[in-house]
């Protein structure tokens, strides 16, 4: 199978980006379920007056008062707390915090999904890069990659662990990936360490991810890489370097920093990297894939705790990963309300709509997958 390219998707940040290429891989033509579940959830928009498919009010509040919980969490426990049970208490909500501001806030800002206004969904992406991460590479191995080829293996960065872990039955078993059901929980923690101390020089420096190519950030996109990165290890490290000693910063920091990456891996595997995915490859003739954009998003995703406010409220919507993978550019904050036309639409042509119950379930799943993708005759 040859690999096909096509030109980098537009990016207003990057005029030209010709230069660069992301992989190509055409899906099938037929659009009868696209079509329909578009108009479906249209419909519901232009319901009550015409609704915006953007952030309202509730996801403005839930800003306010996730950034208020980062901000009182930091501060009192560089400056207030006292001993080892406070800290602890105060780190871990600052950890959870910090991965809220990932789900809610940077996730919609980053699809163009929290505003109407470009500039604001510009603004509140930059909450990423403020908590260590960048909004530009992001863009790119999330917005772009990811939501384009889910799931299918060599094109999909999200499920490539390399050598640490297997979550594709098409990827290959290492003798150690029969543990991996074991060890890849506690390697989880460490993606966040990843992402803000390699991950996103490694990206930048090779102009891409994977075999995938994209435009290096330049003009005033490096230089919010450049301040975001200066802005995080000063309030993450040298801020509490100056009235704490270096181990207990360290200490504190490799806790929060183990919540941030473990609440990340977790909510974004539990919908793809489970038995109830599908993992499709391209046909070997035709190299293309066989089912439509559409059926392929809604075949690789599954659902869970869509009936847990709570889930839903921390997880920034997150739980209803087939809407959002559907409809990337609609509010999380919308998700609940069209899931049922999602659910329905689904039915009526025919496909499965797969989901687990709570988030323990969930949970449980991707364990199970792990223990199967580790094992010897798979």
């Known amino acids: 199978m040859t690999l096909r390219q096509e030109p980098s998707p537009p990016n207003p940040n990057q005029p030209n980006p010709a230069h660069r290429t992301i ?15 578009r108009q479906r959830v249209n419909q519901y928009f232009k319901q009550g007056g015409g609704r915006s498919k953007a952030g309202d009010w509730r996801l403005h509040l839930k800003t306010a008062i996730i950034l208020t919980s980062f901000a009182v969490s930091y501060f009192l426990l560089v400056f207030v707390a006292e001993n080892l049970l406070q800290g602890l208490l105060l780190v871990l909500l600052l950890g959870l915090s910090t991965a809220c501001i990932g789900f809610n806030i940077a996730h919609d800002a980053g699809h163009k999904a929290y505003a109407k ?29 990811h939501h384009r080829y889910v799931n299918i293996t060599g094109y999909d960065t999200d499920i490539d662990l390399g050598y640490l872990g ?42 891409g991810v994977g075999k995938h190519r994209f435009p290096r950030p330049t003009t005033h996109e490096l230089v ?49 990297c489970v038995a109830e995915a599908d993992f499709p490859l391209p046909n070997r003739d035709t190299g293309r894939m066989e089912k439509p954009w559409a059926v392929h998003q809604s075949s690789v995703t599954v659902d869970y705790a869509r009936r847990s406010p709570i889930v839903s409220w921390l997880f920034g919507g997150l739980n209803f990963h087939k809407e959002h993978h559907l409809f990337p550019t609609i509010s999380h904050a919308h998700y609940p309300a069209i899931s049922s036309i999602v659910e329905q639409t689904c039915r009526d042509h025919g496909l499965a709509f797969r989901e687990h119950r709570s988030f323990w379930s969930g949970i449980a799943a991707h364990y199970r997958w792990l223990r199967k993708m580790g094992e010897p005759d798979h």
């Not at 992989?23 to 579940?37: A, I, N, R, V």
């Not at 150690?176 to 890849?184: E, G, I, K, T």
């Open 23 to 37: 992989m190509k891989l055409e899906f099938g033509q037929d659009k009868d379920f696209e079509t329909d579940l």
């Open 166 to 207: 297997r979550l594709s039955p098409h990827q290959k078993r290492l003798p150690f990936h029969r543990w991996q059901h074991f060890y890849l929980w506690f390697v989880y923690g460490f993606l966040a360490v990843h992402w803000e101390f390699v991950g996103d020089f490694q990206k930048m420096i090779m102009g």
């Open 224 to 272: 919010v890489f450049v301040a975001g990165k200066a802005a995080f290890f000063i309030w993450a490290l040298l801020i509490p370097w100056i009235f704490h000693p270096w181990y207990a910063v360290l200490f504190y920091y490799g806790i929060g920093v183990l919540v941030l990456g473990g609440f990340l891996s977790i909510v974004f595997q539990l919908p793809h």
């Open 117 to 145: 206004t470009p500039w604001v969904n510009k603004i509140m992406a930059w909450t990423m890069d403020l908590v260590g991460g960048s909004s530009y590479m992001w863009f790119w191995k999330h917005a772009v990659v």
